[in-house]
């Protein structure tokens, strides 16, 4: 099976679009099914996926929508999604977790608060 890179600004634009930009989202997906799990540098070992994007920004939308098309969720997304069960599994088998930094250096219970209500109850978890 060959692979093919996919160019370095698509990346950029699909991971960009993810902090808000459905409609792009979906157009880009479409455009290149193989963004899906992409990742970009943002300086300095800053990856983050389009996933990551979302669930830092409280994009359930897009999360749902990318989780769907089968892109790898994380504890971030799993934070902000407010599934409690992942969280609290990943956790208890690695309690370090409960500081570990996302995307931008953004703490795991920030992702939990930028799901909203949906998330109380794993912002509670990890206050605890």
């Known amino acids: 099976m060959e692979s093919k890179s996919i160019a370095p600004e698509l990346v950029q634009s699909y991971v960009g679009s993810a902090h808000g930009d459905f409609e792009r989202v ?16 943002w300086g300095n070992g800053d990856w983050e996926t389009a996933l990551g994007a979302a669930a830092h920004m409280g994009r359930r939308d897009i999360a749902v929508f990318l989780i769907s098309k089968g892109a790898r969720m994380d504890i971030f997304t799993a934070a902000m999604l407010g599934k409690i069960d992942i969280v609290r599994s990943l956790i208890s088998d690695n309690p370090e977790l409960k500081n570990c930094l996302g995307p931008h250096g953004i703490p795991l219970i920030n992702h939990a608060e930028a799901g909203g209500a949906e998330a109380a109850q794993v912002v509670e978890f990890l206050k605890q």
């Not at 979906?26 to 540098?41: I, S, Y």
């Open 26 to 41: 979906k157009e880009l997906l479409e455009q290149e099914p193989g963004l899906l799990n992409a990742c970009w540098d």
